[in-house]
């Protein structure tokens, strides 16, 4: 009976059962946290205090507090944004285009990529809402709703309004399709725990499935709704960086007037995505004894997208120094001069160091399939991330177009505690997900187990 | 070394006075500071450093027996071997406002020795290790060979051809033929039928004192910040003017641009709102909190801006100023700016000007009050609008006539004489061609001297700039 | 279920492609199959079952049409009739600008819209 293919590499090693599959996954909901959770959780939580702190003061006091200024109105808030917004990408991409080319090796990492995702999307999000000088009435005045004032409606013509809609909707449907994956799960935990005895757990879990039986045909409807919210959140992600990508490229700023970025921002996205996945799962796997399911080879198989979108993302690089020059356009020139050799050069060279030589160092299948290589690089490919947003951002206002009003950017202790505050809220999130959660599709991988999981003979 | 009397401050008499503490000194653009000016040459010597953002460090001068403690800043076409220094600081019996700035330079004078003139002999600088950070609200120098910035020619050049900078101005190629950059849409563009505000600015004219400055402070309730503000770079100046040095330097070596010339040469470019007709930073704001009036004017909402901040990052002219701070009701600014933080001072502003809060943008509003109470008044007595009625704050103080405001829609004024409008366009109707009035934002301008900053990127601005033209005949029958 | 004279077979699996031959064998004995549950799903089986494609693509397509119909009319409404302004000297209204908001409610009623779909008709309730 057992069909295994000699041209597919094994998916799932260790020779699983789809028994197998139920207890490893969810003995982690349903035991209590080790002491490296722990440990993690905690240190999460302080970040977050920390950064809940300096929220709060900027909150009180007024954006004044960030080293913003006249000229620089934009610098680590949107560059955050941007750069969380990225890395969001890469749970998408891997449930929703993977899912529509049937590549099966998607199906360990979905869940974590997707449980990312919502949390990097609401990480992001966070910086739209503290970077406006009146968050109390903007979070609100920003839609299109009757108000007060008559008829006063919305900028339709305005990128940021563009962006509401897209992160919002990116938000929800990303949360509505990683809920759906979901649910089958909840109602294995469901069963697993009336089995067990457990009550509370039972109707918890019950609630959170609703009330989910596995009959055939609501199979078949589930699969058609996965394929169908696949189909549509593909374009959805690619919209979204794309929309971001609109803050920049309609603008009159030299350096942000670029026809380029929408292609070259959402690869930037898939390209950080992909290294922030590998670098919480080179962790997940670790704590959670999970190295038959995310195996070498998945790690494998992102890196070589890494190298792809890091080496379009480094050809885009090169593609607006040319055409700066190309333009002959003076101020266009001058922006991307002054990104190279200007007070911002060390940003510049950081971002070409970490994001376009260093993931050329996969091309070697030693590198590719080493952990400590792997997790290194992901960290540094988001580093260099983060300093393509910057050097984007505050490298192209800081000098525009009238000398007069150049200037520099120094970040305060609030401008980092913003960001060490999306760090907490992520990991916090992230920790409670991979204690409730199943943080492997336990549907999917039972469905492959047969034909892709290495057979104990 | 010559002493001087401060631009703003004058002897000292107006030390107390916010609004010139916080008015860059012409040529520095320094505020709220005491500062020694010293050539470049002598600062090399001495070993003091002072940056481009005006990190410095304090020296001790002595003259006559006497010595102070000064910041030193490098002064580019100081003469070697000279030293600048302002009266009127270190005030001991001072207000709130002046307390603690600068040092006292009148003991240094002997008592022959009248205001203004220089000590020749005896004058000792010595460098100290303090460093001090002196608060200028531009901390870059030149232009950057920009000539869509500053157009400069000299009078023998303009009398051959008034039209040089028109023909050089960048042009782009359009189906068949090159044309300039704003003659070309990609939509027909509205029509102000009433009023078209808008305003030339005389750079041969401007003498860079400042006096405007400070007329649209005190008329538009523009908030002072203080010293630590600006080296934020977050001073609130609606209206600022900027200075520019030349440079020796290649327009192409960027390097070499930064770098003042040693002798430079100074323009004065008064920058404000440019009222663009077709404004990037209204298409930006998410929620219409910037908008464009029917007769040509860039609005801003306060009431409904939610401040993200990104019409400011999308202006081109960077005229755009953020509320950082509450600014007004709040007491660490108290000394900066009594008249919004003490009830005696609240009774100097301006009622017809409301006051921003936190967390806004604000920006010229080419005395929007002014040109409502004389429409107002015009109608009181129903009349139209007469030239010369509306005029803006800072065309009333300035004190050479460099700005000229008004209605380019009215070919009577005074503006749509400076710049030669053509009022009248040529139509095609029913296979005739007709001359129509001009309502349009395209205004047909005569004038060769009238350009608009940065024409190439299509804004349309409502401000048109005079090129400065320099007399440079005497030095060329020198030469 | 009170009804004594009709007989119920209950049959467990452990392979999904036992459960699909057992399924085809046992419709083509012409025994009414009353459900198949299943932990995962089994490819096949639906159409093993004999049941017809599922019409949520069709609920899918009509919220989508519903989020891009509400997207262009509400904004050449809000911008073109109830309060023209004039933005950066554009025309009060333009298809391009429109088209990011467009496409993202049409892509959003369309999921929300098919999943409150799918609950419904699955009888998918929280309690």
């Known amino acids: 009976m057992q069909a295994t293919s000699s041209v597919r590499e094994t998916l799932i090693t260790g020779g699983k059962t789809v028994r197998d599959v139920s207890e490893d996954i969810s003995r982690h909901v349903e035991n209590k946290p080790n002491r490296l959770w722990w440990i993690a959780f905690g240190f999460s939580l302080i970040l977050f205090g920390f950064g809940f702190y300096c929220l709060a003061a900027l909150l009180w006091d007024g954006i004044g507090l960030w080293g913003l200024n006249k000229t620089v109105g934009w610098a680590w808030d949107i560059t955050n944004f941007v750069w969380w917004v990225g890395i969001g990408h890469a749970g998408t991409l891997i449930s929703a285009i993977l899912l529509l080319f049937r590549q099966k090796w998607r199906m360990s990492i979905n869940r974590a990529a997707e449980a990312m995702t919502i949390f990097a999307v609401i990480c992001a999000a966070t910086f739209p809402l503290a970077h406006m000088g009146r968050l109390w009435l903007g979070f609100y005045w920003a839609l299109p709703l009757p108000n007060t004032w008559g008829s006063l409606w919305v900028n339709f013509n305005s990128p940021l309004l563009w962006d509401v809609f897209a992160i919002s909707t990116y938000f929800t449907v990303s949360l509505v399709f990683w809920y759906i994956g979901l649910i089958p799960d909840f109602a294995v935990i469901r069963d697993r725990a009336t089995r067990m005895g457990h009550k509370t757990r039972a109707a918890i879990y019950n609630a959170l499935s609703f009330g989910w039986d596995g009959a055939a045909k609501t199979w078949m409807r589930y699969e058609s709704v996965a394929l169908i919210l696949a189909g549509l959140s593909t374009p959805l992600v690619l919209s979204v960086h794309t929309i971001v990508s609109f803050d920049f490229a309609t603008s009159i700023v030299p350096g942000w007037h670029t026809t380029i970025f929408p292609p070259y921002f959402v690869a930037g996205a898939i390209f950080s995505g992909f290294a922030m996945v590998l670098t919480l799962l080179i962790v997940t796997r670790k704590v959670f004894k999970l190295e038959d399911y995310i195996t070498i080879y998945h790690i494998e198989l992102m890196n070589i997208i890494i190298i792809i979108t890091g080496s379009i993302v480094g050809i885009a690089y090169i593609t607006e120094f040319f055409v700066a020059w190309y333009g002959m356009v003076p101020a266009e020139f001058y922006a991307f001069y002054n990104r190279a050799t200007g007070p911002y050069w060390w940003a510049y060279w950081s971002m070409m160091t970490c994001n376009v030589i260093s993931p050329q160092l996969f091309w070697f299948k030693k590198i590719r399939t080493n952990i400590a290589a792997t997790f290194v690089l992901s960290i540094i490919v988001n580093i260099g991330m983060w300093f393509e947003r910057f050097v984007i951002i505050v490298t192209s206002i800081h000098r525009d177009y009238l000398p007069s009003s150049w200037s520099m950017f120094y970040p305060t202790i609030y401008d980092m505690g913003e960001y060490i505050f999306t760090f907490g809220l992520f990991f916090t999130a992230f920790f409670l997900f991979a204690k409730f959660f199943p943080v492997i599709n336990m549907a999917e991988v039972k469905s492959i187990i047969k034909s892709s999981s290495e057979q104990k003979h | 070394m010559v002493i001087y009397e401060s631009c703003a401050i004058g002897s000292g008499s107006q030390a107390n006075n916010p609004l010139l503490q916080e008015l860059p000194d012409p040529i520095t653009k320094a505020t709220w500071d005491h500062y020694v000016t010293i050539s470049l040459k002598d600062a090399e010597a001495l070993g003091i450093e002072n940056d481009a953002e005006g990190r410095t460090q304090l020296v001790t001068i002595t003259a006559n027996g006497k010595s102070v403690s000064v910041a030193a800043l490098v002064q580019p076409g100081q003469a070697p071997g000279t030293l600048g220094v302002a009266l009127g600081y270190g005030r001991t019996n001072v207000g709130l406002v002046g307390k603690g700035i600068g040092a006292n330079v009148y003991p240094l004078l002997t008592a022959g020795e009248s205001l203004g003139y220089s000590i020749t002999s005896g004058v000792k600088i010595e460098k100290t290790e303090t460093a001090f950070q002196i608060a200028q609200t531009q901390i870059h120098q030149t232009y950057m060979g920009r000539a869509n910035v500053v157009q400069e020619s000299i009078l023998s050049d303009y009398l051959s051809n008034p039209n040089e900078w028109n023909d050089k101005a960048p042009k782009i190629t359009s189906w068949d033929k090159k044309v300039p950059p704003g003659s070309l849409s990609m939509w027909k563009g509205h029509e102000y039928k009433n009023h078209h505000w808008g305003m030339a600015i005389d750079l041969n004219t401007c003498t860079g004192c400042g006096s405007c400055v400070v007329a649209c402070n005190v008329e538009n309730n523009v908030a002072l910040v203080g010293k630590e503000e600006v080296i934020n770079r977050r001073e609130m100046h609606w209206l600022r003017i900027d200075r520019y040095y030349s440079s020796e330097a290649d327009v192409e070596d960027y390097q070499g641009l930064e770098k003042a010339s040693d002798n430079p040469e100074v323009v004065f470019q008064p920058m404000l709102c440019q009222h663009c007709n077709n404004a990037p930073c209204e298409t930006v704001c998410p929620v219409a909190a910037t908008t464009h009036s029917t007769e040509g004017l860039n609005q801003m909402t306060y009431n409904r801006c939610i401040g993200t901040r990104y019409c400011a990052n999308n202006c081109p002219y960077k005229v755009r100023r953020f509320n950082w701070f509450k600014y007004h009701d709040n007491q660490k600014f108290l000394q900066a700016n009594p008249a919004m933080n003490t009830d005696l001072g609240r009774m100097v502003l301006n009622p017809d000007v409301t006051v921003r809060s936190r967390g806004v943008m604000e920006k010229c509003s080419f005395c929007a009050q002014r040109i409502q109470a004389g429409k107002l008044n015009a109608k009181k007595e129903r009349r139209p609008v007469q030239d010369g009625e509306v005029v803006t704050a800072c065309q009333a103080a300035c004190s050479t006539g460099a700005i000229v405001f008004g209605d380019m829609n009215d070919p009577e004024s005074k503006i749509s004489k400076l710049l030669e409008i053509d009022h009248y366009m040529e139509v095609e109707k029913d296979g005739k061609v007709e001359k129509v009035f001009n309502h349009t934002i395209d205004k047909k301008i005569g004038n060769p001297r009238a350009y608009r900053v940065l024409e190439e990127i299509g804004v349309k601005p409502n401000i048109f700039y005079l090129t400065k033209i320099r007399n440079k005949d005497k030095d060329s029958k020198n030469a | ?127």
Request: glycine content about 10%; overall charge negative; cysteine-free.
């Open chain 3, 1 to 127: 279920m009170s009804s004594t004279s009709e007989k119920f077979l209950v049959g467990i699996f452990d392979d999904e492609d036992i459960l699909l031959h057992g399924v085809e064998g046992v419709r083509g004995k012409g025994v009414k199959i009353h459900e198949v549950y299943s932990p995962f799903p089994v490819h096949g089986l639906d159409e093993a079952l004999g049941y017809k494609r599922t019409r949520l693509p069709i609920a899918a397509f009509l919220f989508g049409l519903t989020g891009t119909i509400l997207a262009v009319t509400m904004q050449f409404w809000m911008l073109g009739f109830d309060w023209p302004m004039i933005i950066g000297g554009k025309n009060f209204v333009s298809l391009p600008p429109f088209i990011p908001v467009i496409f993202e409610l049409t892509v959003l009623l369309s999921a929300l819209g098919m999943v409150a779909t799918f609950l419904i008709v699955s009888d998918m309730k929280a309690l």
